[in-house]
Nanobody, 121 residues
Framework: VQLQASGGGLVQAGGSLRLSCAAS????????MGWFRQAPGKEREFVAA????????NYADSVKGRFTISRDNAKNTVYLQMNSLKPEDTAVYYC???????????????WGQGTQVTVSS
């Protein structure tokens, strides 16, 4: 599966952004989907994940209550709604896919290219 992320940009602290990740192929619904991020000088970290049907989601503690992951299997797209953004959310955000949500959170099978999110204070 090929993944194409979009929606990044520059936003002030407290603002919102919505990231999108479009997947190619007809098997999108076969994959758990998620988002990771990598800030300058730091390792890539898990942000959020959603199961194949969208029935279960998982979040990093640092984004719980502020970020919402969702998916539209008819559009082969996964979203990350980011609210109450903080300067520490600044990073390159990557979408990812794997067969199960457990595998996704540990070692995704597929990665999209990143999209830059910058939150100014």
């Amino acid at each position: 599966v090929q993944l194409q992320a979009s929606g990044g940009g520059l936003v002030q602290a407290g603002g919102s952004l919505r990231l999108s990740c479009a997947a190619s192929g007809r098997t999108f619904s076969s994959y758990a989907m998620g988002w990771f991020r990598q800030a300058p000088g730091k390792e890539r970290e898990f942000v959020a994940a959603v199961t194949r049907t969208g029935g279960y989601t998982n979040y990093a503690d640092s984004v719980k209550g502020r970020f919402t992951i969702s998916r539209d299997n008819a559009k082969n797209t996964v979203y990350l709604q980011m609210n109450s953004l903080k300067p520490e959310d600044t990073a390159v955000y990557y979408c990812a896919a794997a067969g199960t949500i457990v595998v996704l959170t540990r070692r995704p099978d597929y990665w999209g290219q990143g999209t830059q999110v910058t939150v100014s204070s």
